[in-house]
């Protein structure tokens, strides 16, 4: 079992930025790949970013060159720093942690996003 606890969400404006963390324990060498998805009002959860153990980055086309994920070596935290933030950036962002080993997908809680004047 894995569990995820992620923090640094809040109210930004047009224009800002904010840094999401993800703490991760428990199983954590199972853990192949950590990321972030998100979820605005009425829309189905998406796809933000994820890195993999061995470093590999993917990005969803709506925030690259803005967002930046990055984790430390054991795996158990994993980063995502936004620039340059719009209003559609608002949702709550979870972090996910999958593990090949079972297969199996972890979620934390989420965190609100809120991009406002």
């Known amino acids: 079992q894995v569990q995820l606890v992620e923090s640094g969400g809040g109210l930004v404006q047009p224009g800002g930025s904010l840094t999401l963390s993800c703490a991760a324990s428990g199983s954590i060498s199972s853990i192949d790949r950590m990321g972030w998805y998100r979820q605005a009002p009425g829309k189905e959860r998406e796809l933000v970013a994820y890195i993999t153990r061995g470093g590999s980055r993917n990005y969803a086309e709506s925030v690259k060159g803005r967002f930046t994920i990055a984790r430390d070596n054991a795996m158990n935290n994993v980063y995502l720093q936004m620039n340059s933030l719009k209003s559609e950036d608002t949702a709550i962002y979870y972090c996910?942690?999958?593990?090949?080993?079972?297969?199996?997908?972890?979620w934390g809680k989420g965190t609100l996003v809120t991009v406002s004047s």
């Open positions: 996910n942690a999958y593990s090949g080993v079972v297969p199996m997908d972890y």
